[in-house]
């Protein structure tokens, strides 16, 4: 192998039940699952995207809602199946993406595991490494940002650390492209090797413990024989050893489990009494003293380490005074960028839907219930949502490219300062930037949050980001009171939901989930020159999952809304009463429009605005298609419509509102998956309780300051 042209590198695009068409040289004959496995910020997106030409499908993984993210390659007569695991830092099963990670290689017993290496940071990388290789994994090694270690001043003998650690080791630049072919022909190579020596005992830990190791794998083997063959006994036998839950959890569910479990422990009482240290420790001790010993032997120093770019940067960006004013101009500029530069592609869309396809149908000759149908439910609702997707698709845009920069993690780090005076997690900010894009994803993200209080409070105040469905109803209120500096009043209602999330888990760590909160320990990665492949499949990715809503949930709210304004309480009453403002009072709409306008008097808002908030339930972005119809106008139109049924205090209390009240169903579903009904009822009443309560003093203050 080895030759081969760059054709052959050949991917599909399925769904998840597997149907699609295959594209490839010869007739596909073996298919081999390769799992790519890293610590975070290795380049393993960048690899992944590359192997599988950018082209994957998603999934989740069984039993959890973590997404599954796979792809495929081909090379010549062979298929390989590529897998992208959750980055993580070790394998003893701790958070959730640990679980699956452990999970998938013991078993899906995948044919290979790539084991990305950051060579800029390889001591930290090589412990996962080495608990791959004791778990009896098949591994090639991708040793990457070869450059980068380079400029840290120091080569690494590839050959001498493939010898160590007795399996593959391909040295590449994943972002400059360098080291594919290499790669590939070692997963070739590899797996049609019939059964790879695997140094499972790569780590000797000492006369005493090893002496345990071997007791304990005879037992496992003696009495618990179907276990062995699943997992490595050797490994087992470790964890053991460390009280790994999950593993003490399956042997506890074994006929002499339970006796197997006792006997380990007596073995470990006394291990510590000798060794005078606590197992697991002594056990993650020993395999870092592996590492250096490793490292010994293959790192071969050119010069003395300098101050390099990242250092000069990330002096100032996560500097304790200037950290914080620097993100907040950095996102600053990112909302700039998103709006400035999607002004004359939204425009376009907004003529084409408002001027173009609406008057087209409207002035067809289809019947008036059909003629209502398309131009006032799909033209009307789908338009005056896909008018903001150039704003959406740049804010992604310019997310990935910071994601890529290496910025991201340094925003994280800072806020991190903060939040942990305040007895704060500093893992929970990963979900909160997570959910200015989506809160789904974001409410799933804190499943790598060890401590489960911790865990709930990230849950609990993630709904309180401004995800980008909101986005929509913030551009057309602050476009029609602030057009002056809409992008500021925009940025605030960010801020506002970042100031309210962290004042409630303030609130909940204190008064609810009482207990001191767990460390944080973030591995900055060196600042990349983005890759634009990469950043291109990220921001369609994202700019997908908005499409997928605003064709599906968003259409069937805005044809809710419809059907409800065209009957009421006396029955039919026609597409006439989205026209007719006394007709619409006597619909449904009407009717439930009026009740919550009781509710809403004190702000000020009409019963159109109170109803689209009530639709705003199925999904944020529906909000404007509802008042779109219910006003009787086209997006383009809404503005100046909506001027004269807000004040600039009002509108601003309505975008309070809309940040803060009850979260989508989406982000329900997912609050009720990760901590049940009981919890998704309590986001469901405090939230709708805080938005009330904040848009009362943002009116209240208004009237205090004379503003209009």
Same mark, same amino acid.
């Given at each position: 192998?080895?030759?081969?042209?760059?054709?052959?590198?050949?991917?599909?695009? $399925?769904?998840?039940? !597997? +149907?699609?068409?295959?594209?490839?040289?010869?007739? #596909?004959? @073996?298919? /081999? &699952? %390769? =799992?790519?496995?890293?610590?975070?910020?290795?380049?393993?997106?960048?690899?992944?995207? $590359?192997?599988?030409? !950018? +082209?994957?499908?998603?999934?989740?993984?069984?039993? #959890?809602? @973590?997404? /599954? &993210? %796979? =792809?495929?390659?081909?090379?010549?007569?062979?298929?390989?199946?590529?897998?992208?695991?959750?980055?993580?830092? !070790?394998?003893?099963?701790?958070?959730?993406?640990?679980?699956?990670?452990?999970?998938?290689? %013991?078993?899906?017993?995948?044919?290979?595991?790539?084991?990305?290496?950051?060579?800029?940071?390889?001591?930290?990388?090589?412990?996962?490494?080495?608990?791959?290789?004791?778990?009896?994994?098949?591994?090639?090694?991708?040793?990457?940002?070869?450059?980068?270690?380079?400029?840290?001043?120091?080569?690494?003998?590839?050959?001498?650390?493939?010898?160590?650690?007795?399996?593959?080791?391909?040295?590449?630049?994943?972002?400059?492209?360098?080291?594919?072919?290499?790669?590939?022909?070692?997963?070739?190579?590899?797996?049609?090797?019939?059964?790879?020596?695997?140094?499972?005992?790569?780590?000797?830990?000492?006369?005493?413990?090893?002496?345990?190791?071997?007791?304990?794998?005879?037992?496992?083997?003696?009495?618990?024989?179907?276990?062995?063959?699943?997992?490595?006994?050797?490994?087992?036998?470790?964890?053991?050893?460390?009280?790994?839950?999950?593993?003490?959890?399956?042997?506890?569910?074994?006929?002499?489990?339970?006796?197997?479990?006792?006997?380990?422990?007596?073995?470990?009482?006394?291990?510590?009494?000798?060794?005078?240290?606590?197992?697991?420790?002594?056990?993650?001790?020993?395999?870092?003293?592996?590492?250096?010993?490793?490292?010994?032997?293959?790192?071969?120093?050119?010069?003395?380490?300098?101050?390099?770019?990242?250092?000069?940067?990330?002096?100032?960006?996560?500097?304790?005074?200037?950290?914080?004013?620097?993100?907040?101009?950095?996102?600053?500029?990112?909302?700039?960028?998103?709006?400035?530069?999607?002004?004359?592609?939204?425009?376009?869309?907004?003529?084409?839907?408002?001027?173009?396809?609406?008057?087209?149908?409207?002035?067809?000759?289809?019947?008036?219930?059909?003629?209502?149908?398309?131009?006032?439910?799909?033209?009307?609702?789908?338009?005056?949502?896909?008018?903001?997707?150039?704003?959406?698709?740049?804010?992604?845009?310019?997310?990935?490219?910071?994601?890529?920069?290496?910025?991201?993690?340094?925003?994280?780090?800072?806020?991190?300062?903060?939040?942990?005076?305040?007895?704060?997690?500093?893992?929970?900010?990963?979900?909160?930037?997570?959910?200015?894009?989506?809160?789904?994803?974001?409410?799933?993200?804190?499943?790598?949050?060890?401590?489960?209080?911790?865990?709930?409070?990230?849950?609990?105040?993630?709904?309180?980001?401004?995800?980008?469905?909101?986005?929509?109803?913030?551009?057309?209120?602050?476009?029609?009171?602030?057009?002056?500096?809409?992008?500021?009043?925009?940025?605030?209602?960010?801020?506002?939901?970042?100031?309210?999330?962290?004042?409630?888990?303030?609130?909940?760590?204190?008064?609810?989930?009482?207990?001191?909160?767990?460390?944080?320990?973030?591995?900055?990665?060196?600042?990349?020159?983005?890759?634009?492949?990469?950043?291109?499949?990220?921001?369609?990715?994202?700019?997908?999952?908005?499409?997928?809503?605003?064709?599906?949930?968003?259409?069937?709210?805005?044809?809710?809304?419809?059907?409800?304004?065209?009957?009421?309480?006396?029955?039919?009453?026609?597409?006439?009463?989205?026209?007719?403002?006394?007709?619409?009072?006597?619909?449904?709409?009407?009717?439930?429009?009026?009740?919550?306008?009781?509710?809403?008097?004190?702000?000020?808002?009409?019963?159109?605005?109170?109803?689209?908030?009530?639709?705003?339930?199925?999904?944020?972005?529906?909000?404007?298609?509802?008042?779109?119809?219910?006003?009787?106008?086209?997006?383009?139109?809404?503005?100046?419509?909506?001027?004269?049924?807000?004040?600039?205090?009002?509108?601003?209390?309505?975008?309070?509102?809309?940040?803060?009240?009850?979260?989508?169903?989406?982000?329900?579903?997912?609050?009720?998956?990760?901590?049940?009904?009981?919890?998704?009822?309590?986001?469901?009443?405090?939230?709708?309780?805080?938005?009330?309560?904040?848009?009362?003093?943002?009116?209240?203050?208004?009237?205090?300051?004379?503003?209009?």
């Amino acid at each position: 192998m080895g030759k081969y042209s760059s054709s052959t590198l050949v991917c599909r695009l $399925e769904d998840i039940s !597997g +149907r699609g068409k295959t594209i490839s040289i010869g007739e #596909v004959e @073996v298919v /081999k &699952k %390769v =799992g790519l496995v890293g610590n975070p910020n290795v380049g393993k997106s960048v690899i992944f995207n $590359e192997l599988t030409g !950018g +082209r994957a499908w998603v999934g989740n993984w069984p039993g #959890v809602t @973590v997404e /599954k &993210k %796979v =792809g495929r390659l081909v090379v010549s007569d062979m298929r390989f199946e590529i897998i992208d695991l959750p980055g993580i830092y !070790g394998l003893t099963a701790y958070s959730i993406d640990e679980m699956i990670a452990r999970n998938f290689i %013991v078993n899906e017993k995948p044919d290979l595991i790539v084991n990305i290496v950051n060579a800029a940071n390889i001591e930290r990388n090589l412990y996962l490494t080495i608990s791959l290789l004791e778990m009896g994994a098949n591994i090639v090694v991708a040793l990457n940002m070869m450059d980068l270690a380079e400029e840290e001043g120091y080569s690494i003998d590839v050959g001498k650390l493939s010898e160590e650690l007795g399996v593959p080791v391909v040295p590449m630049v994943a972002i400059k492209k360098l080291g594919f072919r290499e790669l590939i022909d070692e997963l070739v190579k590899r797996s049609l090797e019939k059964r790879p020596h695997i140094k499972v005992d790569i780590v000797d830990y000492g006369p005493l413990l090893e002496e345990k190791i071997r007791d304990v794998e005879k037992l496992v083997s003696s009495y618990l024989p179907e276990l062995a063959s699943i997992y490595v006994p050797r490994w087992i036998a470790i964890k053991l050893l460390e009280r790994d839950p999950e593993i003490e959890k399956k042997i506890a569910g074994q006929s002499n489990g339970l006796k197997i479990i006792r006997e380990v422990n007596k073995m470990r009482q006394g291990l510590q009494e000798e060794l005078g240290v606590d197992i697991e420790e002594y056990i993650i001790e020993k395999r870092y003293a592996k590492v250096s010993e490793i490292l010994r032997k293959v790192l071969v120093k050119k010069r003395a380490l300098r101050t390099t770019l990242t250092d000069l940067v990330d002096f100032i960006v996560t500097h304790r005074i200037f950290g914080i004013p620097v993100m907040l101009t950095i996102f600053y500029m990112m909302f700039q960028f998103a709006f400035t530069v999607a002004t004359p592609l939204s425009d376009l869309i907004d003529f084409f839907f408002s001027n173009i396809l609406y008057t087209t149908v409207q002035n067809s000759v289809l019947p008036g219930i059909l003629k209502s149908l398309i131009a006032d439910v799909i033209i009307t609702g789908i338009g005056s949502i896909l008018v903001f997707l150039p704003n959406i698709a740049f804010l992604f845009l310019a997310l990935a490219v910071l994601e890529d920069v290496g910025y991201m993690s340094r925003a994280a780090f800072v806020v991190d300062k903060l939040m942990h005076k305040l007895g704060l997690t500093g893992k929970a900010i990963i979900p909160m930037i997570i959910g200015f894009g989506c809160n789904v994803p974001a409410v799933m993200a804190t499943r790598t949050i060890e401590d489960e209080n911790d865990r709930k409070t990230a849950v609990l105040i993630n709904p309180l980001m401004s995800c980008s469905a909101r986005l929509p109803v913030y551009l057309i209120l602050a476009g029609a009171f602030f057009a002056g500096y809409a992008s500021s009043i925009v940025l605030t209602m960010y801020i506002l939901g970042v100031v309210l999330a962290v004042g409630v888990a303030v609130f909940l760590r204190k008064l609810v989930f009482k207990a001191p909160s767990s460390g944080f320990i973030m591995e900055l990665p060196p600042y990349m020159v983005p890759m634009m492949s990469n950043i291109g499949v990220k921001t369609w990715e994202r700019t997908k999952k908005f499409l997928f809503k605003a064709g599906t949930v968003i259409l069937l709210g805005v044809l809710l809304t419809w059907a409800l304004s065209v009957y009421g309480p006396n029955g039919y009453i026609g597409p006439e009463s989205l026209e007719n403002p006394r007709l619409m009072e006597k619909s449904w709409v009407g009717v439930l429009g009026h009740a919550l306008e009781k509710v809403f008097w004190p702000m000020g808002w009409d019963w159109r605005a109170a109803a689209a908030l009530f639709f705003g339930f199925i999904a944020k972005e529906v909000v404007v298609g509802t008042m779109a119809m219910l006003y009787g106008v086209g997006e383009g139109e809404l503005p100046r419509v909506i001027s004269t049924a807000f004040t600039p205090t009002t509108a601003y209390a309505y975008m309070a509102f809309v940040l803060i009240y009850v979260p989508c169903l989406a982000t329900m579903a997912a609050i009720r998956g990760e901590l049940g009904l009981k919890y998704a009822i309590i986001t469901l009443i405090y939230e709708i309780t805080l938005a009330y309560l904040v848009a009362l003093t943002i009116v209240g203050l208004g009237h205090i300051m004379g503003l209009p």
